[in-house]
Nanobody, 126 residues
């Protein structure tokens, strides 16, 4: 089992920034990649960003590339999401996820992930 705990969410004004963290514990040796997804009320869970532990490759949703940056500290089993220039439409619950295999571009698909955190709320006011 792998446990994922997100932190760093909160209320921020439009144009502001937040930095989310996701700490993994348990059988973290099995994690090949980690990612961030988000889900707004009434909408499906959508891909935000992902990172491969082995090569450090990163992947982003096209609409978010340039504003959001994913990074990780393998030794700490922690992944981060730096969110800049936030917009009201970024308001959602943000979920951290871990995958046991690196699927490359397949990491954009939420069904590739084995474990999920509880989510952290991000609210951007206009």
């Amino acid at each position: 089992q792998v446990q994922l705990v997100e932190s760093g969410g909160g209320l921020v004004q439009s144009g502001g920034s937040l930095r989310l963290s996701c700490a993994a514990s348990g059988r973290t040796f099995s994690n090949s990649a980690m990612g961030w997804f988000r889900q707004a009320p009434g909408k499906d869970r959508e891909f935000v960003a992902a990172i491969s532990w082995s090569g450090g490759s990163t992947y982003y949703a096209d609409s978010l590339k340039g504003r959001f940056t994913i990074s990780g500290d393998n030794a700490k089993n922690t992944v981060y999401l730096q969110m800049n220039s936030l917009k009201p439409e970024d308001t959602a619950i943000y979920y951290c996820a871990a995958a046991s295999r690196d699927a490359g571009l397949g990491l954009r698909n939420r069904y590739w992930y084995n474990y999920w955190g509880q989510g952290t709320q991000v609210t951007v006011s206009s």
